[in-house]
């Protein structure tokens, strides 16, 4: 059964920093792609970075550029790790924060839909203070 759970969130307060961490089991076959999401209150699912998990092209959100950082470990098949550094945060960086695995093949992936990944996580609430 595959299983992706996120940690790491909390409270932080602004301009500080915060190690989101996302691991995905249970997968018997490879992951194409990896990413993160974040949802505010009152606000639609939006994309915050994601990558090609065998290396290559990461792409990240405009309004998290230079401030946020994803990259992933991996242990063969059996359990693979995705994390978010998130640095210099904001207010409106509030949100629950959920990691995604994409395990189709895309020839064209433009790594920031939300089709493109097949396995979700429950969430994770950072909350950053003024």
């Known amino acids: 059964q595959v299983q992706v759970v996120e940690s790491g969130g909390g409270l932080v307060q602004a301009g500080g920093s915060l190690r989101l961490a996302c691991t995905a089991s249970?997968?018997?076959?490879?992951?194409?792609?990896a990413g993160w999401f974040r949802q505010a209150p009152g606000k639609e699912r939006e994309f915050v970075a994601g990558?090609?998990?065998?290396?290559?092209?990461?792409?990240?959100?405009d309004s998290v550029k230079g401030r946020f950082t994803i990259s992933r470990d991996h242990d063969g098949y059996a359990e693979n790790t995705i994390y978010l550094q998130m640095d210099s945060v904001k207010p409106e960086d509030t949100a629950v924060y959920y990691c995604?695995?994409?395990?189709?093949?895309?020839?064209?992936?433009?790594?920031?839909?939300?089709?493109?990944?097949?396995?979700w996580g429950q969430g994770t609430q950072v909350t950053v203070s003024s």
């Open positions: 990558l090609r998990w065998s290396g290559g092209p990461i792409v990240y959100a």
């Open positions: 995604a695995a994409g395990t189709t093949w895309y020839a064209t992936r433009h790594y920031t839909r939300e089709y493109e990944y097949d396995y």
């Open positions: 249970g997968l018997t076959f490879g992951i194409y792609a």
